[in-house]
């Protein structure tokens, strides 16, 4: 049974620090990896997503890496702003009922 | 191109109730998949439907139903309702082929309250 792992659970930084949060996860045999952004109350907002066969997405100031083999994947967030400030959830799609497993998110703070 | 619709947005029932929410996936998007947020438990998944026919399913009890129709819209029914329900329920689609294949775009959730 596949089982993603989030840390921190909390995140608290001044605005401009550079962050990286972790995700984990048991099973490598994936089909992807999706890193995605919820406000309070809110839906899920896709950030990133990592097919099984690349190493790592871009998308302006956030950089996802995934080393399928160790069963990681980091979410970098340069220079951040207030307006970061959500909870960060990962998530892998695998197994043979095409499933997403997601972990219990990162709430991260960016205080200005 | 419009994104998941989910509705209704919000919803208060009482125990033992029975409620039906609605989702319309992306124009072209035929696979609809299910899944339920709670504090305690996090996002879990309930089940998919594809071509109208439900390919896969969570582990939860039978008072969770779902369907979907043949212009891909879904509905999950969750009767006898407990105040356990309680929760954000969000839908997800995804086209079936190419390289966008098993990449999900989720809606904005339907957020139920039980009473």
């Known amino acids: 049974k596949q089982e993603v792992t989030q840390i921190p659970a909390a995140l608290s930084v001044p605005e401009g620090e550079n962050l990286v949060l972790n995700c984990s996860f048991t099973?490598?045999?994936?089909?992807?990896l999706q890193w995605f952004r919820q406000d309070p109350g809110k839906g899920l907002t896709s950030l990133l997503l990592?097919?099984?066969?690349?190493r790592e997405q871009t998308s302006g100031r956030l950089n996802a890496s995934l080393d399928k083999s160790s069963g990681r994947s980091t979410l970098y967030i340069a220079a951040s702003q207030p307006g970061d400030s959500a909870t960060y959830l990962c998530?892998?799609?695998?197994?043979?009922?095409?499933?997403?497993?997601f972990g219990s998110g990162t709430q991260l703070t960016v205080l200005p | 191109k419009a994104g998941v619709t989910q509705t209704p947005r919000y919803l208060i029932k009482t125990r033992g109730q029975q409620v039906t929410l609605s989702c319309s996936p992306i124009s072209g998007h035929r696979s609809v998949s299910w899944y339920q947020q709670t504090p305690g438990q996090g996002l879990q998944f309930l089940f998919e439907?594809?071509?109208?026919?439900?390919?896969n399913k969570g582990n939860f009890p039978g008072r969770f139903s779902g369907r979907q129709f043949s212009n891909s819209r879904s509905e999950m029914n969750v009767s006898t309702l407990e105040l356990g329900d309680s929760a954000l329920y969000l839908c997800?689609?995804?086209?079936?082929?190419?390289?966008?294949?098993?990449?999900?775009?989720f809606g904005a959730g339907s957020r139920l309250t039980v009473l």
């Open positions: 990592i097919q099984s066969s690349q």
């Open positions: 998530a892998v799609l695998s197994g043979s009922a095409r499933q997403l497993t």
């Open positions: 099973d490598s045999a994936i089909y992807n």
């Open positions: 997800a689609s995804s086209q079936t082929g190419g390289d966008r294949a098993n990449v999900l775009t």
């Open positions: 439907y594809f071509s109208e026919t439900q390919r």
